[in-house]
């Protein structure tokens, strides 16, 4: 356990660093057989200590109150079986490109790359689905309004692609800003 939470004390620092998420925002977990551990509710991703981690098992009550995403966690590794990891960010320039568009498509190397074009799913009461159903085709989809999800081998390849991700928006932006002003 003691290397798993370094893993999460270590991604959620780079989160908050990066401007990724906000004091108490984003969420991340690990797939653990049947269950998965957990970043808990109202937890700080920027310090994370061994208390904020949740263990959720089929059948059996959680320690402490685990994140308000839960079940969207839950989908997504019921639905990508290549999914170990989740990793919920809020990163500032996709949102706002979730907001004007139904994908968004990397005009930079890297996220031409990594991730081809990124989904955006609705923010309604079908998430949990739309979006588990998205992240089987797609490392990282993003929640119109609200932020990205990604998956990956671990915390650190999920975390790779959220911050490739906001790297290819803010590029786009800056392109769109360019392209107004030339
Ligand atoms: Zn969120």
Known sequence: MTSL???FQQVGRDL???GL????????SVRQGEGLIVTSHGSR?????????????????????????????????????????????????????????KEIRPQDLEGQHYLGVVPVVPRDEDVAQTLADALRQ??????????SY?????????LQWTSVLEESAE????????????
Do not use: C, F
């Open 5 to 7: 939470s370094d893993e």
């Open 21 to 28: 998420v906000s004091s108490h925002g984003g969420n991340m």
């Open 45 to 101: 991703l920027g310090h994370l200590a061994d208390g904020d981690l949740v263990e959720v098992r089929p059948g059996s009550e959680p320690r402490a109150e685990p994140s308000m995403d839960l079940a969207l966690h839950q989908a997504i590794y019921a639905a990508a079986s290549e999914a170990e990891a989740v990793v919920h960010a809020h990163p500032r320039h996709a949102i706002a490109l979730s907001l004007v568009g």
């Open 171 to 182: 590029v786009l932006w800056l392109l769109r800003a360019l392209r107004q002003n030339t």
């Open 150 to 158: 990604a998956r990956g081998e671990s915390l650190w390849q999920a």
């Open 138 to 147: 797609h490392k990282i989809v993003v929640v119109a309004g609200h932020g």
């Open 16 to 18: 908050y660093a990066a």
